[in-house]
DNA sequence: CCGGGTCCTTGTTCTAGATCAAGGCAACTG
DNA sequence: CAGTTGCCTTGATCTAGAACAAGGACCCGG
């Protein structure tokens, strides 16, 4: 019965979940609890204690990291699959926000913590993962640092739109030149470090150019994707 | 005799192999491999084939990005008891590269990652490891996309009198109100991303406010640490 | 159909930091 | 010890992008 919890799950072959065996599923399961999210509703507070953690089975979530003064940095997206939340550490260094609604499949943080000591296949997965969530967070180091704001938004776009395409791969659709951008602009300049204005501006010349299509606020049509990396340039 | 390699090891209190009974230390040492690195010398290229993993015994390495034209972003230092490497990865992201004379425990990937699957408790380090690092590289994403210049430069000369102070404190000595700046301007730049004049004119400014001392081009002598913490800001 | 959100675009101005340029100061080298 | 080289400082100028400002498009509730 604690196994039907998961039986719907959308992500069961893609998260951390998939490390599992039949009976680690059923254990597993018995300590999670699946829970609803509102967009703009906040999961996790920067500073509070590190309670719990959780596998994303739909959405989005956005990481952001914050001066004292109030500027704000988004260090991390998570969509469907992702593992959320900081096993080992005291308390939250980040404050996790839904983008969209969203579920989460939540576990007590040191349950979790002692679970991964029995399931070392699990812990495994964790840590290929963390290792890959470095790398690409090293890499926007880069973004950050030295990239011009064309470069910034041409990648951002690169970015969605194969996360857009291997989710239409995945629910079978296909063709995903077009598609619906996941966040705001103000999102968007919160990932690349950089204003809201300077964003528009950007999606504006690219516009102009040829290299995309806007139509309402949120959708995107690639139509030229072989500028479109030319401009992203970086690695 | 395979341990005596251990016996004198300057972090064998520190490193990944601190999680390992005697046999596993045994076991362990026959697999790694002591190398000499000259400062300047790379350690592993971005774009290589991933080989090898390593412990840094001594001195100080940096790990670069790199963009197409040449742009370069510093998105890791490594001190002693530091794990280098990218275990689970086909190739190397990032060129890592001796800022001193230094001294590796290398071991190879492969063999490494199946010593990993034998020995949870250095897996499990391992992934704390990786955690820390992780929630350091989103911090710093931070620093370089939304702080000035002069919190930049501020922050870092923090960090690096912290990890003057411990390094004292492990050998015994005292107060490292003054201490040595382990790299070059440039190394500086490289890290904040920002240019070596820029980094060069906020130190001359903190110098000129009476927070630092500076003498000869590496030594730094903080007067007024509650300054340096007030213009440091951030978190 | 109206009023007030929220989000986006576009124009103008301003500035932090990049870029360009010129020395200064040690430390080696022959 | 004159010359070279590497690293650092300081000054002058330039510019990408921030900041400020205004208005447009869309949506929703009454």
Not at 31 to 53: F, K
Not at 75 to 95: I, M, N, Q, S
Not at 100 to 129: D, K, W
Not at 201 to 216: E, F, H, I, N, Y
Request: proline fraction near 3%; include cysteine; charge should be positive.
């Amino acid at each position: 019965m604690s196994t039907e919890i998961c039986a719907d799950c959308p992500v069961r072959k893609h998260a951390l979940c998939s490390s599992l065996d039949d009976e680690g599923v059923i254990t597993f399961t018995g300590l999670c609890q699946r829970r609803c999210i509102m967009a703009g509703e906040t999961v996790m507070w920067a500073g509070d204690e590190s309670r719990i953690c959780a596998n994303l089975l739909s959405g989005v979530l956005k990481m952001v990291a914050a001066t004292a003064d109030g500027r704000e940095q988004i260090v991390g997206l998570f969509y469907p699959a992702d593992f959320v939340g900081e096993p080992y550490a005291e308390e939250h260094a980040f404050t996790v926000t839904a983008l969209t609604n969203a579920e989460l499949c939540t576990i007590q943080r040191r349950p979790f913590e002692h679970f991964l000591e029995e399931h070392s296949r699990m812990e495994n997965l964790l840590l290929q993962r963390t290792l890959r969530a470095l790398k690409e967070a090293r890499r926007r180091m880069l973004c950050l640092a030295r990239l011009s704001a064309g470069e910034k938004v041409a990648g951002l776009l690169i970015d969605m739109a194969a996360r857009a395409e291997r989710c239409a791969r995945r629910s079978g659709l296909n063709q995903p030149v077009t598609f619906d951008l996941p966040m705001t602009r103000g999102h968007m300049a919160d990932v690349l470090g950089m204003t809201i204005e300077t964003v528009s501006r950007q999606l504006t010349k690219l516009k102009g150019a040829g290299v995309l299509a806007l139509s309402g606020n949120r959708t995107v049509t690639i139509k030229d994707a072989h500028a479109l990396r030319a401009r992203a340039a970086a690695r």
